[in-house]
Structures are given as structure tokens and as C-alpha cells.
Nanobody
Framework: QVELVESGGGSVQAGGSLRLSCAGS????????IGWFRQAAGKEREAVAS????????YTGASVRGRVTISRDNAKNTVNLQMNNLKPEDTAMYYC??????????????????WGQGTQVTVSS
């Protein structure tokens, strides 16, 4: 059973930075996709960024492009999301998700079959 645990959320002022981490376990395939998604109150779930575990490819959502970097730490089995120049519209619950095995469409939340509980990010103006 795949388990995902997010950490690193919190409150920050506009222009600040946060680093989210997703600790994963229980993967049974070598090619998976780990993604970060967010959902603000009253809005649909939105892709932030994702990466394929055995490839150099990363993918970034249009609304955050240029402000976020996704990376993995193989030693710690974590996927990290560095977010810079945060804006109030980035306020949302952020979820880590896994597509196990990876079946394509890395920014489509419907392709992900495992989800963490989420971590709240609040950006004040």
C-alpha cells in the first residue's frame, strides 16, 4: 500500500517562500509519477508540478511556472516542492499524489491513484 505524507505547509507573507516535502513508501513499480496538486476553497483541484521517478522529466502547472521547482531526494525517498515569490492566490490545501504505475498525463489529477492528507499553505498580502 502506497502511503504519502506531506509536510512543510504554513503561513507566509506575499513574496515569501515555502518548501513542501512528500515522504512516500510502499511503491511496487519502478516508474511512477509523483505530483503536487492544490485546491483552494470553492475551486477545482489544480496541478502544481510533478516528476517521473526514473526519468529527468518534470512538469509544472501554468499558474506557478517560474516560481516553483520540484525535485526528489532518493536517499530520503521524498519529493520536494520549492515555492518562491508566493502570492495570495497560492493559498490552498496542497496535496501530494502518486500515479503508480505511471500511465501518462502527469498534470491530470485523474491519473493519480494515491493521495496524501494535504498540507495548508496560506499567503497573506
Amino acid at each position: 500500500q502506497v502511503e504519502l505524507v506531506e509536510s512543510g505547509g504554513g503561513s507566509v507573507q506575499a513574496g515569501g517562500s515555502l518548501r513542501l516535502s512528500c515522504a512516500g513508501s510502499g511503491y511496487t513499480y519502478s516508474t511512477n509519477c509523483i505530483g503536487w496538486f492544490r485546491q483552494a476553497a470553492g475551486k477545482e483541484r489544480e496541478a502544481v508540478a510533478s516528476l517521473v521517478t526514473d526519468a529527468p522529466n518534470t512538469y509544472t502547472g501554468a499558474s506557478v511556472r517560474g516560481r516553483v521547482t520540484i525535485s526528489r531526494d532518493n536517499a530520503k525517498n521524498t519529493v520536494n516542492l520549492q515555492m518562491n515569490n508566493l502570492k495570495p492566490e497560492d493559498t490552498a490545501m496542497y496535496y501530494c499524489a502518486a500515479s503508480v504505475p505511471f500511465t501518462g498525463w502527469p498534470l491530470d489529477p485523474e491519473r493519480y491513484n494515491y493521495w496524501g492528507q494535504g498540507t495548508q499553505v496560506t499567503v497573506s498580502s
